[in-house]
Every structure is written in C-alpha cells, then in structure tokens.
C-alpha cells in the first residue's frame, strides 16, 4: 500500500504518526520496550494529547531480533497465531544515554533517542535500518495501519515473500501478502509467504497472517516498505550471515519440513483434470509406461474419481469404479502408490454437506446461515478447520480411503477463502483467510503421519502459508502450456525456496492447453530434475507416447536418470529437514559473492552439488552461466571453466547438468525405482578435488536412517577415501581434469 505522494506528500486523508523520539525505556531479561511520542518532546506540556508508540525488543532464537510496535494495545480481535519456535532468548541491553544496543547472538539493533534511528548490524557490518519518519503509525481513509520503511543498499536484491510468478528479484515490485488462485501468470499466488531474504544476508519476517503490503523499492527507491492494517505490527530481522543461514534460521523459527518418503521423488502419473478414465483407462496407461520401459512410482486419480458436483464426498464414482479397493490393491502389486485429489470444500449435491451442516462443521456467515455460493461447485460449502470436531470429522472421511489403501492427498485449493464469514473459534475473518491452509494441510497431513506412519506421509499441496513447509510437498499450480510458463514455473519455485520452502514441483508440460512435443520434452528433462515429478494436466492425458517416439525416450532417459541419483537427491533432503537448507536453491543463494548469479532465474543448483540450465527454446539454444571453477557435465563428462557465460545448442537427451567443482556425487546403481537402500548401491564419484582438499557425503538407506559417511582426500596426487558409519565396500571414481580417471576403494 503506497501511503505518499513523491517525497514530501502523504496522500489524501493520509495522516502519518512517525516515531520522533525515545523518551523512556523498561528493560528486564527478555525483553526491552521503548516508549516513543511521534513528535519530539521539549517540555512537559507537549506529552499531553498525540499518540505514543511502544516498542518491544525480544529474541524468539539467537541471531533474530523481533520488534512489536503497538500504538493501541486494547484491541480484541482473535487472530491466529503462526506456530513459531519460539526459544526464551536472553538478550544483552546496553543504554548508552544516547541510544541503545539490544543484541541477540551476533545481531545488535542500535537505536538512538534524540532524533529516533534505528540500525541492525551483523558481527558489526550495518545490515538495514530506518530514519526519520519511517517507523509510523498512519490514519487514512480505509482505517488504521503500521507502516515500517527498512533501507535498501546500494545493489542489495530482494527476494522471496513466497512462490511469487513475477520477476526473481523482487526490487520495484509492490506485493500483498494475499492467497489467490491466480494461475501462474499474474501478480497473484497460492502460497504468500510475508518473508524476505536480501544478498546482504539477512531476511524479514513480518509476524501476521494478515494483507501485509510490500513496496520494495517501489513507492520509496531506496526503501522496502511493509504496511499492516491495524494497531500493531511485529516483524523480526533474521541475521545470516549469508542467504543460506537466513533461510536456515527462519525455517528453525517456523517448523523444519517432514523428511518427504522416498517413493514420493519417483514419477508422478496423473488421469489429469477434465478426462474420461476408468480403471481400463488407468491401466493402459501403467501398460504403456512399463512396455515402454518408463519406471512410474506414484498414480494420481484427479478430481472425476468423485461424481460430479459433489466435490467432495470422498467417494468413488462407482459408475467407473465399481471396485476401487480391488483396483487400488491391484496397483499396489504393480508396484505402484496411489494419490487421490481432495479440497476443502463440500458441493451442496455431496452427502456430506447435510451431514456438516448439522454437526456445524462448515463455515457460517455472520447471520449464523452456512456459508455458500455457486463458483467451482454449485452451493459450495467450506470446512471449518478452527472446530477440533470438523478436523476429526473430515479426517474420518480421509481414514476411510486410506483404510482402502489410498497413500497420499493432492490437497488442492485452499486460497478462495471468504471474509464475510464466522469462524468456530471467533478468529478474526481476514486473518483467517492466509492462515487457511495452514489448518487445512496440517489436518490432511497428521492423518496420514497416523494411518501411514512418520516418514510415509506425503501431500501434495497448491496453497501454503508460513509454516506450511513442515507439510510437503507443495506444487506450482495451474502453468500453460508453454515455454513462458515453463519459465515462469522455475522463477516461482525459487521464489519459494527463498522462503524456506525445500520441496517442490510442477505440473511436467503445462497444466492448461495441449503442450506441443518440443515443450513436452523440455519440460520433462526440468521436471526430472526438481524434487518431485509429476505428469499432469487439464483437458487431455499426460503419457509421453501422444507426443511422439521421442518424448518416451526422453521421459525414460530422464526418469532413470533421477532414479540413479537419488542417493544424492536423498541426502540432500535430510539436510533439508535437519536444516531448512532447501534441495533446490537459486545461484544467488550457493553463490552468494558472485554478481553475476544476483538475478539468475533460468537455471538453479539442486543441491550444493548440481548446476541444472533447462532449455526454454524450440531450437534447443540455451544460455547459461557457470561460476568461477572447474565444472564437469554430468551426461557427458565435458570438463568447462567457470566464470563465464555460455550459449550452446543441446538436443532432447541433453540439458547443461553440471557438477561443481570439489564435489562428491553419489551415483546408484538402480534406475527403476527411486526407493532403495543408497548406502549398498552407490559409487561415489569425486569432481577436481585440489591436492590437499577433502569432502566428504552422506549417505543413507531410504528411510533416512542408518547414516554413512564417505570421506574422500587428495594427498600428494594421491586419492585416499575413508568410510564410517558401516564397511559398504565403496567404489570411488575420481574424476580431475587432464588425467584419466581412477578408481579407489573407500577403507
């Protein structure tokens, strides 16, 4: 929300209470809270009629600084509250008579009393801070708001605030913290995330589920500015000091992601949207993928597993499937897991809806009538998630598939959630309507932690919420069918991972429309090497062989191409759980002292180890950059220096896929299926190691259990690896530039 007009002028009816001074102060452990009148004091009859703000430094974790700025504290409005790890962080305070440092870990906040300023510093480098009238509580027209303007230095980029389809770099662009199911070609998102990471290395958190507003460098140039409509506002400075850190702490703050299964990186088949199937028709489909030698893992019934308008009633359609326990047993003894499509919501038709309607599961309208209208489904209902009974009813509802065998949710929608509604629990209408899906995924995903186990339960979700990375895995929603949109995909997806986001996926060729066969097999490669894979669309089927010989190929190629670096990927995914750290990672957060990597958006490192460029030209032309260093192509094993860019022509078996210099890359030896113990069936190949450097990579079985570690060194020109955790009689490749390669067994 833009509150001024140029420098000087407030827009109309705009009227801006600015912090001025620090005029007295209450320091105890935990906490110290700052009484700030919004215009300078010089005698005592000035402290009569204007507002005061109060400011109140805590810690949630070391190296965070959060800050409450209240100006009425009086006011009752039940808002859900993001579930944040919050730790009781003692904080050093020194009053200076000047101003004041309040420190946590390494980041100190410094605010002087005269003139009010406010600095952070990290290890003693000033990260951001704000000046004179940018700290404010503001009067307008459409109600109240807290408004807080953090500088911008000289070529810091932002990034993040969720998985946004706008531009990587988010500098210049004006952005609402507001779910919407807005396809991916718009300003709109499905997951609004109210977190920003800077290159600087240190991200914001705004602590609401509210509309919070951004202008980066938009309304002020040199400003990032977050409003919120209210009495209040608390957000929190995450010190790094890189990106990675950033990120890392900020997921600690907010719950690390579940370890996803292994079988859930496997290739995701789909009946697709608006299609005719039934189980002759899903079964041609797992034919043809086994006769064409494509290994699938995961079978995905869309939305037409239920009858039509009576989404949902969580049953089967028996008009097509007259025995779905026995189909779901039969694709189970074919090796593969079942998903099915669910929402939130419950058409008038379902028999569900009377049921929820007397059990006052669904939300009401203030007159206390259920709340409805017509859009997706005629009458529509919504489930309210704020009633403990709701939850453990419509969870019920789920025990009873997956009591049939089913293994996963794809829990779509979430984002088209009223206001003029009345919640169970009170909550505050508008602040619910973000905090949604939070409930929503954490109810589908707990019921299957239960009926699964911890470790097997696996969404599939559109709309996510801070938090919501603790629920994976999440997906890019409804792309076209286009290389624009291919692109778009990536750019949201890294958006995501900068906001702490370590799993995700997109639909493989475009969601709307017909993709034509050169996208298709594009699409595939990129789709194959993120996290998670899925073929799916809307009005037509998804198999490789509609688009032609080569596109099987391609989709064979590249699906057990995956499976073989799963120890990798694996690996790479229990860092992320342990550390927030996510999978796939934007260069500008592995590269953080490089600028060339500041706004790439075509390509992306999965892992710390991988450098994937996928290709978004039917002529295979693609331009790409390499960082500084010795980088070898996988496929091929091409040895290039870095530091530079590259515009090559590669064909549909092909893509840049290159491994970083100094790298251990495990290699499996099974490329049908992506579950399978790593530790027993890897050979770990060794990148450029210099003479006297080591590294070392982890290994595990596929539960994520049973850790391995493999050291591999270079003395003197001469190899050495080492093996803990379990003698699995290694073989180590090691791979250097102007020699052959040699072969080492692991001690």
Same mark, same amino acid.
């Given at each position: 929300?833009?509150?001024?007009?140029?420098?000087?002028?407030?827009?109309?009816? #705009?009227?801006?209470?600015?912090?001025?001074?620090?005029?007295?102060?209450?320091?105890?452990?935990?906490?110290?809270?700052?009484?700030?009148?919004?215009?300078?004091?010089?005698?005592?009859?000035?402290?009569?009629?204007?507002?005061?703000?109060?400011?109140?430094?805590?810690?949630?974790?070391?190296?965070?600084?959060?800050?409450?700025?209240?100006?009425?504290?009086?006011?009752?409005?039940?808002?859900?509250?993001?579930?944040?790890?919050?730790?009781?962080?003692?904080?050093?305070?020194?009053?200076?008579?000047?101003?004041?440092?309040?420190?946590?870990?390494?980041?100190?906040?410094?605010?002087?009393?005269?003139?009010?300023?406010?600095?952070?510093?990290?290890?003693?480098?000033?990260?951001?801070?704000?000046?004179?009238?940018?700290?404010?509580?503001?009067?307008?027209?459409?109600?109240?708001?807290?408004?807080?303007?953090?500088?911008?230095?000289?070529?810091?980029?932002?990034?993040?605030?969720?998985?946004?389809?706008?531009?990587?770099?988010?500098?210049?662009?004006?952005?609402?913290?507001?779910?919407?199911?807005?396809?991916?070609?718009?300003?709109?998102?499905?997951?609004?995330?109210?977190?920003?990471?800077?290159?600087?290395?240190?991200? #914001?958190?705004?602590?609401?589920?509210?509309?919070?507003?951004?202008?980066?460098?938009?309304?002020?140039?040199?400003?990032?500015?977050?409003?919120?409509?209210?009495?209040?506002?608390?957000?929190?400075?995450?010190?790094?000091?890189?990106?990675?850190?950033? #990120?890392?702490?900020?997921?600690?703050?907010?719950?690390?992601?579940?370890?996803?299964?292994?079988?859930?990186?496997?290739?995701?088949?789909?009946?697709?949207?608006?299609?005719?199937?039934?189980?002759?028709?899903?079964?041609?489909?797992?034919?043809?993928?086994?006769?064409?030698?494509?290994?699938?893992?995961?079978?995905?019934?869309?939305?037409?597993?239920?009858?039509?308008?009576?989404?949902?009633?969580?049953?089967?359609?028996?008009?097509?499937?007259?025995?779905?326990?026995?189909?779901?047993?039969?694709?189970?003894?074919?090796?593969?897991?079942?998903?099915?499509?669910?929402?939130?919501?419950?058409?008038?038709?379902?028999?569900?809806?009377?049921?929820?309607?007397?059990?006052?599961?669904?939300?009401?309208?203030?007159?206390?009538?259920?709340?409805?209208?017509?859009?997706?489904?005629?009458?529509?209902?919504?489930?309210?998630?704020?009633?403990?009974?709701?939850?453990?009813?419509?969870?019920?509802?789920?025990?009873?598939?997956?009591?049939?065998?089913?293994?996963?949710?794809?829990?779509?929608?979430?984002?088209?959630?009223? #206001?003029?509604?009345?919640?169970?629990?009170?909550?505050?209408?508008?602040?619910?309507?973000?905090?949604?899906?939070?409930?929503?995924?954490?109810?589908?995903?707990?019921?299957?932690?239960?009926?699964?186990?911890?470790?097997?339960?696996?969404?599939?979700?559109?709309?996510?919420?801070?938090?919501?990375?603790?629920?994976?895995?999440?997906?890019?929603?409804?792309?076209?069918?286009?290389?624009?949109?291919?692109?778009?995909?990536?750019?949201?997806?890294?958006?995501?991972?900068?906001?702490?986001?370590?799993?995700?996926?997109?639909?493989?060729?475009?969601?709307?429309?017909?993709?034509?066969?050169?996208?298709?097999?594009?699409?595939?490669?990129?789709?194959?090497?993120?996290?998670?894979?899925?073929?799916?669309?809307?009005?037509?089927?998804?198999?490789?062989?509609?688009?032609?010989?080569?596109?099987?190929?391609?989709?064979?190629?590249?699906?057990?191409?995956?499976?073989?670096?799963?120890?990798?990927?694996?690996?790479?995914?229990?860092?992320?759980?342990?550390?927030?750290?996510?999978?796939?990672?934007?260069?500008?957060?592995?590269?953080?002292?490089?600028?060339?990597?500041?706004?790439?958006?075509?390509?992306?490192?999965?892992?710390?180890?991988?450098?994937?460029?996928?290709?978004?030209?039917?002529?295979?032309?693609?331009?790409?950059?390499?960082?500084?260093?010795?980088?070898?192509?996988?496929?091929?094993?091409?040895?290039?220096?870095?530091?530079?860019?590259?515009?090559?022509?590669?064909?549909?078996?092909?893509?840049?896929?290159?491994?970083?210099?100094?790298?251990?890359?495990?290699?499996?030896?099974?490329?049908?299926?992506?579950?399978?113990?790593?530790?027993?069936?890897?050979?770990?190949?060794?990148?450029?190691?210099?003479?006297?450097?080591?590294?070392?990579?982890?290994?595990?079985?596929?539960?994520?259990?049973?850790?391995?570690?493999?050291?591999?060194?270079?003395?003197?020109?001469?190899?050495?690896?080492?093996?803990?955790?379990?003698?699995?009689?290694?073989?180590?490749?090691?791979?250097?530039?102007?020699?052959?390669?040699?072969?080492?067994?692991?001690?």
């Amino acid at each position: 929300m833009k509150f001024t007009d140029g420098f000087w002028v407030t827009k109309p009816g #705009v009227t801006m209470h600015s912090a001025a001074q620090v005029r007295d102060c209450t320091i105890i452990t935990d906490a110290a809270t700052l009484y700030c009148p919004t215009r300078r004091i010089t005698h005592r009859g000035m402290t009569l009629d204007g507002p005061m703000l109060t400011l109140t430094f805590t810690s949630p974790a070391p190296d965070i600084l959060a800050l409450s700025i209240v100006h009425f504290k009086g006011v009752a409005r039940k808002e859900p509250l993001f579930e944040l790890n919050r730790g009781a962080t003692t904080l050093t305070v020194i009053d200076g008579g000047d101003s004041i440092t309040i420190t946590s870990g390494k980041l100190s906040a410094v605010v002087v009393k005269d003139r009010f300023k406010l600095d952070y510093y990290y290890d003693g480098e000033r990260l951001t801070g704000l000046g004179d009238r940018h700290l404010s509580y503001a009067e307008t027209n459409d109600g109240s708001f807290v408004r807080v303007k953090l500088d911008v230095d000289v070529g810091e980029k932002l990034y993040g605030l969720g998985e946004r389809f706008t531009p990587f770099v988010k500098n210049g662009q004006s952005v609402d913290i507001w779910n919407e199911d807005g396809g991916t070609a718009s300003e709109l998102a499905y997951k609004s995330i109210p977190f920003y990471v800077t290159n600087k290395g240190y991200g #914001v958190f705004v602590n609401s589920s509210g509309r919070v507003s951004y202008e980066l460098c938009s309304e002020a140039v040199a400003s990032a500015q977050f409003s919120l409509q209210g009495e209040s506002m608390e957000f929190m400075v995450v010190g790094g000091p890189r990106i990675k850190d950033a #990120v890392s702490r900020f997921v600690s703050l907010t719950g690390r992601p579940a370890l996803p299964p292994a079988w859930s990186f496997g290739l995701w088949l789909t009946t697709s949207f608006t299609t005719d199937y039934t189980e002759e028709t899903i079964n041609s489909f797992v034919d043809g993928m086994l006769e064409r030698g494509i290994p699938l893992r995961v079978f995905h019934f869309d939305c037409f597993w239920m009858k039509e308008w009576e989404w949902c009633n969580f049953l089967w359609d028996e008009r097509m499937f007259p025995d779905p326990a026995g189909m779901i047993k039969r694709l189970h003894e074919r090796g593969l897991k079942v998903c099915v499509w669910i929402n939130p919501y419950i058409g008038q038709k379902s028999p569900l809806f009377d049921e929820g309607t007397r059990g006052g599961f669904l939300l009401k309208r203030p007159n206390g009538d259920v709340w409805q209208w017509d859009r997706w489904q005629p009458g529509l209902a919504i489930v309210d998630f704020t009633n403990p009974s709701a939850v453990e009813w419509y969870q019920s509802k789920l025990k009873t598939l997956t009591d049939m065998g089913v293994d996963s949710f794809k829990t779509d929608f979430g984002e088209r959630i009223p #206001v003029d509604c009345r919640y169970y629990d009170g909550s505050d209408p508008v602040l619910m309507h973000n905090y949604y899906t939070s409930l929503y995924n954490k109810a589908v995903f707990e019921l299957l932690e239960r009926e699964r186990g911890v470790g097997e339960a696996c969404v599939f979700a559109r709309s996510a919420t801070v938090g919501g990375q603790q629920y994976p895995v999440h997906w890019g929603g409804d792309s076209t069918s286009n290389y624009p949109s291919m692109a778009e995909s990536l750019r949201a997806g890294l958006s995501l991972s900068m906001s702490g986001f370590a799993f995700w996926s997109h639909d493989i060729s475009g969601f709307e429309d017909m993709a034509s066969p050169d996208v298709y097999k594009r699409w595939t490669a990129f789709g194959l090497l993120s996290t998670h894979s899925r073929l799916h669309g809307s009005g037509s089927y998804r198999v490789p062989w509609l688009f032609g010989d080569e596109a099987v190929d391609v989709a064979r190629f590249f699906t057990k191409l995956k499976y073989t670096l799963m120890p990798y990927l694996f690996a790479k995914s229990v860092e992320a759980h342990e550390t927030g750290v996510p999978v796939m990672r934007a260069m500008a957060m592995e590269f953080p002292d490089d600028p060339a990597c500041g706004e790439l958006d075509r390509q992306y490192m999965l892992g710390g180890a991988l450098l994937v460029a996928p290709v978004f030209r039917a002529d295979g032309a693609v331009t790409y950059y390499l960082p500084a260093g010795t980088w070898t192509h996988l496929l091929t094993g091409e040895m290039k220096s870095g530091g530079s860019w590259r515009t090559e022509v590669y064909d549909f078996m092909s893509l840049p896929v290159f491994v970083r210099e100094g790298s251990l890359l495990a290699i499996g030896h099974v490329d049908d299926r992506p579950d399978y113990d790593y530790r027993c069936a890897s050979t770990i190949h060794a990148y450029n190691l210099t003479d006297g450097e080591s590294a070392a990579v982890d290994l595990f079985d596929s539960r994520g259990e049973n850790r391995v570690r493999v050291q591999v060194s270079v003395n003197n020109g001469v190899p050495e690896a080492m093996v803990s955790g379990g003698d699995m009689g290694f073989d180590i490749v090691i791979h250097r530039a102007g020699s052959e390669d040699v072969r080492v067994k692991a001690k």
